[in-house]
């Protein structure tokens, strides 16, 4: 059975930081892509990060240069750094993972995590 599992979410001020985890099980880790996701209230899912089973990253431009997705195989979990937060930020964020897959596209991923709340406090 595929999980899942995010954490870091919390409370923080405009101009602070979080790193956001998503610990997975049944899967092979190194053989999947992942992808983290966001929903505001209010607004439609959106594209984050995503990073390929090789490391290859890919960002949206409202986060490029202050977030960072990376990897860690030994752990099987994945990271987002969020640095510089800012109000516009808050959201939960998801993490996806899909088998060599790392797209900006929901559908291309196979397995979703509950998500995790992250709030920026202006």
Known sequence: QVQLVESGGGLVQAGGS?????????????SYGMGWFRQAPGKER??????SRYGTTDYADSVKGRFTVSRDNAKNTWYLQMNSLKAEDTA???CLAGRSSWS???KDYDYWGQGTQVTVSA
């Open 18 to 30: 979080l790193r956001l985890s998503c610990a997975a099980s049944g899967v092979t880790f190194s």
């Open 46 to 51: 959106e594209f984050v990060a995503s990073i």
């Open 92 to 94: 939960v964020y998801y």
């Open 104 to 106: 900006r596209g929901q």
